[in-house]
Nanobody, 123 residues
């Protein structure tokens, strides 16, 4: 497994942008598909975006398509989530997750999880 540490969260006004980072330990990072999930208070954890190990394939939740971009730099063992045009409903704790093999949108498919970073979008 890889160990994951997120950073980059914070407080931003609606319409603003944030870039989340997730640093991974281990020498097998490029073989891991990575995903971003979020959980708002009182709500279920939901899929946000995922990326293949090579970075060539990505997937997004409908709620963030066109606003968020997932990317990765395997040389730096890091995956990113660029979030633009943020809305108050994007407020949540954002977690990155990793799994060997292909990317998935189901949280239970991922074997490694970070502690999460808080994103708060004010109206």
């Amino acid at each position: 497994q890889v160990q994951l540490v997120e950073s980059g969260g914070g407080l931003v006004q609606a319409g603003g942008s944030l870039r989340l980072s997730c640093a991974a330990s281990g020498r097998t990072f490029s073989s891991y598909a990575m995903g971003w999930f979020r959980q708002a208070p009182g709500k279920e954890r939901e899929f946000v975006a995922a990326i293949s190990g090579s970075g060539r394939m990505t997937s997004y939740a409908d709620s963030v398509k066109g606003r968020f971009t997932i990317s990765r730099d395997n040389a730096k063992n890091t995956v990113y989530l660029q979030m633009n045009s943020l809305k108050p409903e994007d407020t949540a704790v954002y977690h990155c997750a990793g799994r060997p093999g292909t990317y998935r949108s189901e949280a239970e498919a991922y074997t490694s999880w970070g502690q999460g970073t808080q994103v708060t979008v004010s109206s």
